[in-house]
Nanobody, 118 residues
């Protein structure tokens, strides 16, 4: 399983970016892909998640501004980020966990940097 994240960049506050996470390999039909954000010196925080069955969830800090969606034909999960704030700055990673509760493995994309200036 491989995850390839892209789409980061530098924007001013109020702007928008769309991140992409392309998944490849032996991914189960039912799976969850999550987006995390990490800033220097801190752990990765969950931003949004998307199940292959169509449900989504968001951190309170991004609700109403971020939208996660999928293109099933392209095996791609998108994170549309609108009305960006300086506190959204960080490296964004996509993630999935494959396996059951006794034998699971985490897979991470390589991270894409988002910088929001005030």
């Amino acid at each position: 399983v491989q995850l390839q994240a892209s789409g980061g960049g530098s924007v001013q506050a109020g702007g928008s970016l769309r991140l992409s996470c392309v998944a490849s390999g032996n991914i189960p039909r039912v799976h969850v892909i999550k987006w995390f954000r990490q800033v220097p010196g801190k752990e990765r925080d969950l931003v949004a998640s998307s199940t292959s069955l169509g449900s989504t969830s968001y951190a309170d800090s991004v609700k109403g501004r971020f939208t996660v969606s999928r293109d099933y034909a392209k095996n791609t999960v998108y994170l549309q980020m609108n009305r960006l704030k300086p506190e959204d700055t960080g490296v964004y990673y996509c993630h999935t966990r494959i396996g059951d509760e006794w034998n699971a493995k985490d897979y991470w994309g390589q991270g894409t940097l988002v910088t929001v200036s005030s």
